[in-house]
């Protein structure tokens, strides 16, 4: 079974940075994207950004581009989100996915079979 689990996330003040961790165990991640979403109180759940286990390609999303890189280390099978220049509305519950991957799904949570718990990011200015 697959198991995600996310940490580091926290309070910051605006324009200071955190990263965020996700240690994915259970199976083999070579042909899978990990994804990273959010969700604000009364919003829907938003795409952040995602990696392409195998070949390391990253997507994101268009409000956190230039900001928050997404990278991975394969021995430990875990995945990170820097933010960087974090602003109050970056302030959400940041949710690892994990998927099969397909290109055109990356963005779209409903293709993502697992995820974390989900860590809780404070931005306050």
């Known amino acids: 079974q697959v198991h995600l689990v996310e940490s580091g996330g926290g309070l910051a003040q605006t324009g200071a940075s955190l990263r965020l961790s996700c240690v994915a165990s259970g199976r083999t991640f070579d042909s899978w994207a990990m994804g990273w979403f959010r969700q604000a109180p009364g919003k829907e759940r938003e795409f952040v950004g995602s990696i392409i286990w195998n070949s390391g390609r990253t997507y994101y999303a268009e409000s956190v581009e230039g900001r928050f890189t997404i990278s991975r280390t394969y021995g430990r099978n875990a995945v990170y989100l820097q933010m960087d220049n974090l602003k109050a509305e970056d302030t959400a519950t940041y949710y690892c996915?994990?998927?099969?991957?397909?290109?055109?799904?990356?963005?779209?949570?409903?293709?993502?079979?697992?995820w974390g718990q989900g860590t809780q990011v404070t931005v306050s200015s």
């Open positions: 996915a994990a998927m099969g991957f397909r290109a055109a799904a990356v963005a779209i949570a409903e293709s993502y079979a697992y």
